[in-house]
């Protein structure tokens, strides 16, 4: 079954943040979040393993939340490049699943100037 | 560093066709997956490969079946093409078990 993510879209203007969140009803190892835009091959963002981490780089980090299955990734500051579809892909707790992620649905964000 | 990839990046085959797909990981990657992506169902895991092993399959029927080379190269096959098997098939490199996926461009194929 794969994680639900929410929103399905989400317009912003340049500056604004804004936060999307995946949650699984699976006991998660790992969660992973890609950015894909259109016509472009999915982009690796960042890994939060079990343990409830925080991760981030410039201005989009993510949290793991393991007691409730969630992540939830969040960006500042919005800039034009962020548009794109963000999908979060989840590794099951419980053995290694050898590059078996399962994906959300994807959320399309639209940043206007 | 060249990234992943593959080829063809467009195909149009007609149903009951076949069809193979390669796939070139990055220098030093050894696992190497493949995902189908469509509009309705999304990002579906294939299969996933390492040091020519297939070491996890995903909900697939046995018309779709990959293999890995001894150069970590990849192919995957499908056999008797359906209208429904049209999509952009993703192959995905990883220097480790739970690392990152670097994704290649993607093959679309289109089943008339």
């Known amino acids: 079954q794969q994680p639900v993510q929410s929103p399905q879209a989400v317009i912003l203007r340049e500056g604004e943040d804004a936060v999307i969140n995946c949650s699984s009803s699976?006991?998660?190892?790992?969660v992973h979040w890609y950015r894909q835009k259109h016509g472009e091959a999915p982009v690796f963002l960042m890994i939060?393993?079990?343990?409830?981490e925080q991760k981030g780089h410039e201005k989009i980090s993510a949290s793991f939340n393991e007691k409730k299955q969630q992540s939830s990734l969040y960006l500042t500051a919005s800039q034009l490049s962020y548009s794109g579809t963000y999908f979060c892909?989840?590794?099951?707790?419980?053995?290694?699943?050898?590059?078996?992620?399962?994906f959300g649905q994807g959320t399309i964000l639209t940043v206007h100037p | 560093k060249a990234g992943v990839t593959q080829t063809p990046r467009y195909l149009i085959k007609t149903r009951g066709q076949q069809v193979t797909l390669s796939c070139s990981p990055i220098?030093?990657?050894?696992?190497v997956s493949w995902y189908q992506q469509t509009p309705g169902q999304g990002l579906q895991f294939l299969f996933e490969?390492?040091?020519?092993?297939?070491?996890n399959k995903g909900n697939f029927p046995g018309r779709f079946s990959g293999r890995q080379f001894s150069n970590s190269r990849s192919e995957m096959n499908v056999s008797t093409l359906e209208l429904g098997d049209s999509a952009l098939y993703l192959c995905?490199?990883?220097?480790?078990?739970?690392?990152?996926?670097?994704f290649g461009e993607g093959s679309r194929l289109t089943v008339l």
């Open positions: 995905a490199s990883s220097l480790s078990e739970t690392g990152e996926l670097f």
């Open positions: 699976k006991a998660l190892y790992s």
């Open positions: 939060l393993l079990k343990g409830g």
């Open positions: 892909g989840t590794e099951n707790a419980g053995g290694t699943s050898y590059g078996k992620l399962t």
């Open positions: 220098s030093g990657h050894r696992s």
């Open positions: 490969y390492f040091s020519e092993t297939q070491r």
